[in-house]
C-alpha cells in the first residue's frame, strides 16, 4: 500500500495551477471552475492530480492516459484494473492510498467534540466512553474515530448508505486496529500528519507504508515529469 500526503500551506503559482487543469476531464474542470474559494480550487485539482500521478506511476502509464470511473454509490475506480485507490482532503492536507486490495483514507481537521452527533452515529459503547474522557482530550478520540469510521465506509464503498454505529473498532495496538467487512477482515492504521488533524488508512491487505508527504511544488514536478516518461 501506498500512502501520500500533499500539504497545502506553499501554494502553486496560477501559471502552474493552469497547467494542472489542461490534465484532467472535463468535468472535473467544470466542478473546480463552480467553486468560489480559490483552497477549494486547490484542493479538488491536487487530490486528482496526486491520484492520477500514484496510478500513473504503478501501472507506468502516462497520468494523461488515466480515465475514472464511479459505481453506483459515487466512488471511483480504475474499470479493469485491479488496483484500488482512495482520496481525502480537509484544511490544508490533501492525501491519497493505493492499493493492490480495497481501502480506504479519510483526513478531518479538528475542532470541537459535537456529543450530539457522537449519540447519534457512534455506539452506545464509544459514545459512553468519550463521555468519561477529560474534555482537552475527548477531540483526539473523537477524531480518531471519525476518521476511522469513515475509512470502514469508503472501503465497503457503499457512502451513507451503511450506519456509522453498524460495525466495530477492535484496537489491536497502538495506532493499529480491526473490522470485518462481509467475510474478510479489515486493518487500519492511524497516521499522525500534525495536532490539528487526524488521519486514518483502511486496508483489506493490513500492508501499511510508512507516510510519504510531498509539497505542492513536488508533486507539480513529479506529475510534470511523468508526462515525458515514455508509455510502457
Not at 492516459?65 to 488496483?83: A, D, R, V
Not at 449519540?119 to 459514545?127: D, I, L, V
Not at 507516510?211 to 516518461?229: D, H, N, R, V, W
Request: hydrophobic share 35%; with cysteine; proline share 3%.
Amino acid at each position: 500500500m501506498e500512502v501520500v500526503a500533499v500539504k497545502l500551506n506553499q501554494p502553486l503559482p496560477k501559471e502552474k495551477m493552469q497547467n494542472l487543469l489542461c490534465y484532467i476531464d472535463k468535468e472535473k474542470q467544470s466542478r473546480i471552475d463552480s467553486f468560489y474559494h480559490d483552497k477549494d480550487k486547490e484542493r479538488c485539482l491536487i487530490g486528482d492530480i496526486l491520484v492520477r500521478y500514484m496510478v500513473g506511476s504503478h501501472l507506468k502509464k502516462k497520468p494523461s492516459e488515466i480515465s475514472f470511473y464511479q459505481n453506483e454509490f459515487g466512488k471511483p475506480f480504475l474499470e479493469g484494473n485491479p488496483l484500488y485507490f482512495n482520496l481525502s482532503h480537509s484544511g490544508y492536507w490533501v492525501v491519497a492510498a493505493l492499493d493492490t486490495e480495497e481501502n480506504g483514507i479519510d483526513v478531518q481537521e479538528m475542532g470541537e467534540v459535537d456529543l450530539v452527533l457522537a449519540e447519534r452515529f457512534y455506539r452506545k459503547s464509544e459514545y459512553m466512553e468519550l463521555l468519561k474522557k477529560e474534555e482537552n482530550k475527548r477531540a483526539d478520540l473523537f477524531y480518531e474515530w471519525w476518521t476511522l469510521k469513515e475509512c470502514y465506509l469508503k472501503t465497503a464503498g457503499k457512502g451513507l448508505a451503511l450506519p456509522l454505529n453498524s460495525f466495530i473498532l477492535e484496537k489491536s495496538e497502538c495506532n493499529l486496529y480491526k473490522s470485518h467487512l462481509k467475510e474478510k477482515e479489515l486493518y487500519l492504521k492511524v497516521y499522525h500528519l500534525d495536532s490539528f488533524y487526524k488521519m486514518a488508512v483502511s486496508s483489506t491487505s493490513g500492508c501499511f507504508k510508512n507516510l510519504k508527504i510531498l509539497t505542492p511544488q513536488e508533486l507539480y514536478t513529479l506529475f510534470m515529469g511523468s508526462l515525458k516518461a515514455p508509455s510502457y
